[in-house]
């Protein structure tokens, strides 16, 4: 009972100090394009009270259903209320929630081993980078492991819970993100594996045998139940659910290159073990593999024996299931930063049940693994301090990904004073031109304007706004429908709204424009 207290108080620690690396102050980083375009789409989804599935684009909808939640909590009801708190509360969340599901783990890999591994997670700086992020890979992370832990459970006892467990989340998983055919069919992989490995020991019996057929039954009803019911919106969309399905043809064609997402085989782990800009500190978590290593090491020099435990089992399963996984989100070209997750959590787990190896082999020198623990866990808190503070919108850092800097902010709110100098206020209307669509994410940061409108070239036929965002590119043809088309008497001067040189993200310059008019309140409104 006493031994209970020491580890449910280092649990309790150990959330503590998830927390206060996730939680505060979860405005600081400029909203990424993805996540502004989550954020515009929840929205539309507050206003409307409707939501569309795209099947192109945008992934499932778990992400801003499950943000009604805080959205409602805090009384926000319109896009222009919503701030990246409210949204940014959902993947801490299920980054705090990941952790306490390690639990179900103790005695499946050991309770010291568990709590190693949930240690890791809770200091690991991609892990916490990606909890405050609003995209869906925290709550797609999320469901995979409650999946892996509920099937394997199951496995264990043949409870009839855990099967409904597995196929809540298997529905869950599937109406977060496409990609979880890569997840589902990882898992079967390393499942093959390990029966191809056991399958002549009569004495290992991977699943239970009674009910079984019944079980299965529940559980895939359960899953396409749970899928169902948030892609059709509770019913309100029944084409969703089958856009669901169509929408791998889309995402197989991205993955084999159709896309400008394209990187190297060794993407992945360039960003994980070592990268580094000039100017910039060495980010690396290389401290994962040796850990994990020995792990496998240790898992694979125990000798068979009859009667072998199925926790040998389950550390097999992780161990194929997360070198199958890095091989395959390797060797897709189709490549961004947040895939990793799903791997690199495989790597946190190995190398958990690794430090307690290393204690154990080094009985009498416990002092050397404490130490070489404690240094990969301070190292661990400095990196995803500075990757969440300093570094958070910086080139510098891994895990940003043609990030919007702090110049999104300056431009946003000059444009919003300029509008509430204009005698229309902030109903003025705002021409913002940006070939490609790459206008954002002012959708989100210039939300309380809601005449802005959003354009890829110059319209000669529209109205001339009184305050205009263009890139340098559409400038000639700016100019010349400003001041060569109209006719005599109805062309306006129009004045830089900033001089200085400002970015929506790297490489990325945009201008501002100011009817004169507009301008000279806007210079009274500053006296």
Known sequence: MKNSGYYILAWCAVLALAVALRLPNLQRRPMHTDEAVHAVKLGDLLETGTYR????????????????????LRGQTRLAELDETTLRLIPVFFGLALILLLALLARVVGRTATLASAIWVAVSPVQVFYSRYYIQEML????SVLLLIAIFRYGRSAHWGWVLTAGCALGLLHATKE??????????????????????????AFWPRRHLSWHLLVFFLSALLVSGLFYTVFLTHPQGFLDSFRTYQGYFQRGIGQSLHLHSLYYYFKLLFFFHLPGKPVWSEAWLP?????????????????????????????????????????????????NILSFQF???????????????????????????????????????????GRYDSDPGNPWVYAHPGPDVRVISERVEAAARAAPEGVQSHVQVIVPGHEYWPLPWTLRQLPNAGWYERVDDQSPVAPIILVTPDEEPALSRKLYLLPPPGQKHLYMRLWQEYLELRPGKEIRGYVRKDVWDLLQDSKK
């Open 53 to 72: 599935y795209d099947a192109n684009e945008y992934h499932g909808p778990t992400l801003n259903l499950f943000t009604l939640i805080p959205a409602a």
């Open 140 to 143: 797609f992370l999320f469901f």
């Open 179 to 204: 990609t979880d055919i890569l997840i589902i069919a990882t898992m079967m992989m390393a499942a093959a594996v390990v029966w191809l490995e056991h399958r002549q020991r009569s004495d290992v």
């Open 290 to 338: 040796p850990f994990a290593l020995l792990a496998v090491a240790r898992i694979f020099r125990r000798p068979t024996e009859r009667g072998e435990d199925k926790a040998i089992v389950f550390k097999k399963w992780l161990i194929f299931y997360t070198l199958a996984l890095g091989i395959i989100y390797s060797v897709i070209p189709y490549k961004t930063p947040w």
């Open 346 to 388: 495989g790597l946190l787990l190995l190398a958990g049940i690794g430090s307690i190896d290393l204690l154990e082999m080094l009985k009498k020198k416990r002092w050397i693994a404490i130490l070489i623990g404690v240094i990969c866990f301070t190292g661990m808190i400095r990196q995803a301090v500075l990757l969440n």
